[in-house]
């Protein structure tokens, strides 16, 4: 096979538009290409007036492939390169690994201890993703909280509640093992090929609810309402972890390897790994707000007259800009034809995210506008990340009514620094659920976040056209971007206070997002397995 890049075919391409641009590409005639795979595709809307497709093919011709790619001599025109995920060879371990976690990081360490054999067990706080459906929804609805089930805690993870992206700044490989579990587990096949792969809420519960059944069906236990409590070290070494089911005495279980995915939320865990004396940093991460803005306006932005085209989907963006000062300001998650969500995982307080169905249909899109912080805003002490966030998410909870309600302003009133205004006419209808409260968001967000986001704000509509539009909607805080903390690790992946616990995914802070935090889960699993 011969891979071909940067092919351009129009919105409406057909397969004879493929082969036919396939022999052109290789300057031979269009009968001798036999087959064509797709293996990436990308909207291309640098020019409004030409919006066309980006792809990249594996093309089985007539003749001599080896050949015809030393005569193109073009990057574009390569030898097809098979790629199949290895298990690394191991014995049968001591002691069954155990997974605290079932997001990304842990389900997929989980997975690849299972088809290792290795019998793992997960424990995880929060409920399997068919209950946490019902708890969240109930939040949504009917503003009850449940502190251990929520949209942070629970089967699947903060990714099971978002709009499911795929796309990651990481070049492992292992991203293609990632994917291709996910479509053994129901998940379009499509996303094997686009260049900006997306799930949607709506299909991730059944693509993690399959990939546990499976972990099961190969040994593995996955615990449910169970949280790890404490472990026990003995000259240095993991010895045993306590687990506590809900409502349930204390369990003790023998363990030589623990896998630490718990996730950007579990402030609880934080400080028990600080009572333990491990090795914690704080970290960089960003706060600020989400900005939602109507479908309609940011496809006419990005797409132009292509705006609608049923070829293209919702429009997506990603936006950014450093002031003067150095502090960088940026668009993160961005969720088309999504909504705005509560993602709040203690009491007395308010956080926002972002989530889309996988057919990204809603009225509006939304985005985190977020501004980086660092230990020099906060403090350098490994858990004052996590007395920032709670101080803004419980400034944000009294100021909304003390209902789970969020502040939300008009993005007009905002930059005017109005502290009174009005967006029941706005052009956006706000889609947070439990429900927005009008407020000023600037007294629930340090003033220089605040600024920051003045600033970027204008300056961030010359790339996108109408970003700055007074009848846009802010709604805050959005504080849970990534982890506060990172868990220290060393080049075998293991902490390095404790020798057989791997600090792993998000949470522990080497991994940002669903992708990425899944490589880093294996990565973790293989280290593991080498040790057998």
């Given at each position: 096979?011969?891979?071909?890049?940067?092919?351009?075919?129009?919105?409406?391409?057909?397969?004879?538009?493929?082969?036919?641009?396939?022999?052109?590409?290789l300057?031979?005639?269009?009968?001798?290409?036999?087959?064509?795979?797709?293996?990436?595709?990308?909207?291309?809307?640098?020019?409004r007036?030409?919006?066309?497709?980006?792809?990249?093919?594996?093309?089985?011709?007539?003749?001599?492939?080896?050949?015809?790619?030393?005569?193109?001599?073009?990057?574009?025109?390569?030898?097809a390169?098979?790629?199949?995920?290895?298990?690394?060879?191991?014995?049968?371990?001591?002691?069954?690994?155990?997974?605290?976690?079932?997001?990304?990081?842990?389900?997929?360490?989980?997975?690849?201890?299972?088809?290792?054999?290795?019998?793992?067990?997960?424990?995880?706080?929060?409920?399997?993703?068919?209950?946490?459906?019902?708890?969240?929804?109930n939040?949504?609805?009917?503003?009850?909280?449940?502190?251990?089930?929520?949209?942070?805690?629970?089967?699947?993870?903060?990714?099971?509640?978002?709009?499911g992206?795929?796309?990651?700044?990481?070049?492992?490989?292992?991203?293609r093992?990632?994917?291709?579990?996910?479509?053994?587990?129901?998940?379009?096949?499509?996303?094997?090929?686009?260049?900006?792969?997306?799930?949607?809420?709506?299909?991730?519960?059944?693509?993690?609810?399959?990939?546990?059944?499976?972990?099961?069906?190969?040994?593995?236990?996955?615990?449910?309402?169970?949280?790890?409590?404490?472990?026990?070290v003995?000259?240095?070494?993991?010895?045993?972890?306590?687990?506590?089911?809900?409502g349930?005495?204390?369990?003790?279980?023998?363990?030589?390897?623990?896998?630490?995915?718990?996730?950007?939320?579990?402030?609880?865990?934080?400080?028990?790994?600080?009572?333990?004396?491990?090795?914690?940093?704080?970290?960089?991460?960003?706060?600020?707000?989400?900005?939602?803005?109507?479908?309609?306006?940011?496809?006419?932005?990005?797409?132009?007259?292509?705006?609608?085209?049923?070829?293209?989907?919702?429009?997506?963006?990603?936006?950014?800009?450093?002031?003067?000062?150095g502090?960088?300001?940026?668009?993160?998650?961005?969720?088309?034809?999504?909504?705005?969500?509560?993602a709040?995982?203690?009491?007395?307080?308010?956080?926002?995210?972002?989530?889309?169905?996988?057919?990204?249909?809603?009225?509006?899109?939304?985005?985190?506008?977020?501004?980086?912080?660092?230990?020099?805003?906060?403090?350098?002490?490994?858990?004052?990340?996590?007395?920032?966030?709670?101080?803004?998410?419980?400034?944000?909870?009294?100021?909304?009514?003390?209902?789970?309600?969020?502040?939300?302003?008009?993005?007009?009133?905002?930059?005017?620094?109005?502290?009174?205004?009005?967006?029941?006419?706005?052009?956006?209808?706000?889609?947070?659920?439990?429900?927005?409260?009008?407020?000023?968001?600037?007294?629930?967000?340090?003033?220089?976040?605040?600024?920051?986001?003045?600033?970027?704000?204008?300056?961030?509509?010359?790339?996108?056209?109408?970003?700055?539009?007074?009848?846009?909607?802010?709604?805050?805080?959005?504080?849970?971007?990534?982890s506060?903390?990172?868990?220290?690790?060393?080049?075998?992946?293991?902490?390095?206070?404790?020798?057989?616990?791997?600090?792993?995914?998000?949470?522990?802070?080497?991994?940002?997002?669903?992708?990425?935090?899944?490589?880093?889960?294996?990565?973790?699993?293989?280290?593991?397995?080498?040790?057998g």
């Open positions: 096979m011969i891979k071909i890049s940067n092919l351009h075919v129009p919105l409406t391409y057909d397969k004879q538009t493929l082969f036919r641009a396939c022999a052109n590409k300057r031979i005639d269009e009968k001798a290409v036999r087959e064509v795979q797709l293996i990436k595709k990308s909207i291309d809307a640098r020019d007036e030409d919006v066309h497709f980006s792809l990249s093919v594996e093309a089985k011709i007539d003749g001599n492939e080896n050949e015809l790619v030393a005569r193109r001599r073009s990057h574009e025109v390569t030898l390169e098979s790629y199949q995920y290895e298990l690394p060879a191991s014995k049968p371990l001591a002691q069954r690994p155990v997974i605290v976690g079932f997001g990304p990081a842990g389900m997929f360490a989980a997975l690849i201890l299972a088809q290792a054999g290795q019998n793992p067990i997960v424990i995880e706080r929060g409920e399997s993703v068919e209950n946490r459906q019902k708890t969240v929804q939040f949504w609805e009917n503003r009850v909280l449940q502190t251990e089930s929520n949209v942070q805690f629970g089967e699947g993870g903060a990714g099971t509640f978002s709009d992206k795929l796309t990651t700044g990481t070049k492992d490989v292992r991203i093992k990632v994917l291709e579990e996910f479509v053994k587990a129901g998940a379009p096949a499509e996303i094997l090929y686009e260049a900006k792969p997306h799930l949607g809420t709506d299909k991730l519960p059944l693509i993690v609810s399959t990939i546990r059944k499976e972990i099961i069906r190969l040994g593995g236990e996955v615990r449910f309402n169970t949280k790890l409590v404490d472990f026990s003995s000259n240095g070494k993991l010895a045993e972890v306590m687990v506590e089911e809900q349930k005495n204390r369990e003790s279980i023998p363990c030589d390897d623990l896998i630490l995915a718990i996730g950007h939320s579990a402030r609880d865990t934080f400080f028990l790994l600080d009572e333990k004396k491990m090795a914690l940093q704080a970290k960089s991460f960003s706060v600020g707000a989400r900005i939602e803005h109507p479908t309609a306006v940011i496809d006419r932005a990005q797409y132009g007259e292509f705006a609608g085209s049923p070829y293209l989907g919702a429009a997506d963006y990603k936006l950014s800009c450093h002031l003067r000062d502090r960088g300001v940026y668009t993160f998650c961005m969720c088309p034809g999504g909504y705005v969500t509560g709040a995982s203690e009491e007395g307080m308010v956080v926002t995210n972002g989530m889309s169905e996988f057919a990204r249909d809603g009225a509006n899109g939304n985005s985190a506008l977020l501004v980086g912080v660092t230990p020099d805003d906060f403090g350098h002490s490994p858990l004052d990340g996590i007395a920032f966030q709670r101080e803004i998410e419980r400034k944000a909870f009294q100021l909304a009514g003390s209902d789970y309600s969020a502040p939300a302003q008009r993005v007009g009133d905002f930059l005017k620094r109005k502290t009174a205004g009005s967006f029941k006419n706005s052009a956006v209808v706000p889609t947070y659920q439990p429900g927005v409260v009008e407020a000023d968001i600037s007294r629930c967000l340090p003033n220089f976040v605040t600024e920051a986001m003045r600033l970027a704000i204008p300056y961030m509509a010359r790339r996108l056209k109408g970003f700055d539009s007074g009848d846009a909607l802010l709604i805050a805080p959005e504080t849970r971007s990534s506060p903390v990172r868990i220290l690790r060393n080049e075998m992946m293991q902490s390095l206070s404790v020798e057989g616990i791997y600090p792993c995914g998000e949470g522990a802070g080497y991994a940002g997002g669903i992708t990425s935090a899944a490589v880093d889960g294996i990565r973790c699993a293989e280290k593991i397995l080498e040790k």
